[in-house]
């Protein structure tokens, strides 16, 4: 998820909701802010992935963890 903005000169900056990164300042087509946004690894993301995947793995192999 990203946030752009627009510059007084017409040209576009986008930042990632998620590690609040400048990914692209001064770009002048949205086709490019696009381009780079797709290019994005963030890493706040990647390891919040990481870590429910991890969750999920862990709640699946013990069998009696949901047992009240």
Do not use: W
């Amino acid at each position: 998820m990203y946030s752009r903005t627009q510059n007084e000169n017409g040209t576009y900056n986008t930042r990632c909701l998620h590690c609040f990164m400048t990914i692209a300042f001064e770009v002048e087509t949205s086709k490019e802010l696009d381009e780079r946004e797709a290019r994005h690894v963030c890493p706040e993301r990647a390891l919040a992935e990481l870590l429910a995947l991890e969750i999920a793995a862990e709640s699946h192999s013990s069998p009696g963890a949901n047992a009240s």
